[in-house]
């Protein structure tokens, strides 16, 4: 998958409005909104196989607020919080069957206690 992250387009203006982008096959890889060249808002990712791979928001580029990543299955793989790109709060995994694996908690991004289950 090809990764555009420039912030102007090819006339050299910033980017604005919704923006997706495409694996080489064709399906989706991303979609969201750009506001003055960032990514803001809510924004998803999909697997080659069409599913989603995560959701969440975008605050001015930055990921902010809860995120979930998916499993090729479709079921969920994580979720936690992030605050402009750090990990922070309780991350919660689960496992391939959709069961509890493990809580860690983040303090401005330093992993802290495991609880394992």
Same mark, same amino acid.
């Given at each position: 998958? @090809?990764?555009?992250?420039?912030?102007?387009?090819?006339?050299? +203006?910033? /980017?604005?409005?919704?923006?997706?982008?495409?694996?080489? &096959?064709?399906?989706?890889?991303?979609?969201? !909104?750009?506001?003055?060249?960032? +990514?803001?808002?809510?924004?998803? #990712?999909?697997?080659?196989?069409?599913?989603? @791979?995560?959701?969440? /928001? #975008?605050?001015?580029?930055?990921? %902010?607020?809860?995120? @979930?990543? #998916?499993?090729?299955?479709?079921?969920?793989?994580?979720?936690?919080?992030?605050? !402009?790109?750090? +990990? %922070?709060?309780?991350? %919660?995994?689960?496992?391939?069957?959709?069961?509890?694996?493990?809580? %860690?908690?983040?303090? &401005?991004? +330093? @992993?802290?206690?495991? !609880?394992? #289950?």
């Amino acid at each position: 998958m @090809k990764m555009d992250n420039s912030k102007f387009d090819k006339d050299g +203006k910033l /980017k604005q409005g919704v923006h997706q982008e495409y694996f080489k &096959n064709g399906s989706l890889s991303s979609e969201g !909104n750009i506001e003055d060249g960032e +990514k803001n808002g809510e924004w998803r #990712y999909f697997l080659a196989n069409g599913r989603l @791979k995560a959701i969440g /928001k #975008y605050v001015k580029g930055k990921m %902010t607020g809860e995120w @979930k990543w #998916y499993r090729e299955n479709g079921k969920l793989l994580q979720v936690g919080s992030l605050d !402009n790109d750090i +990990k %922070t709060g309780v991350w %919660t995994r689960f496992r391939v069957d959709g069961t509890l694996m493990d809580e %860690t908690v983040f303090i &401005n991004g +330093k @992993k802290g206690k495991v !609880n394992k #289950y």
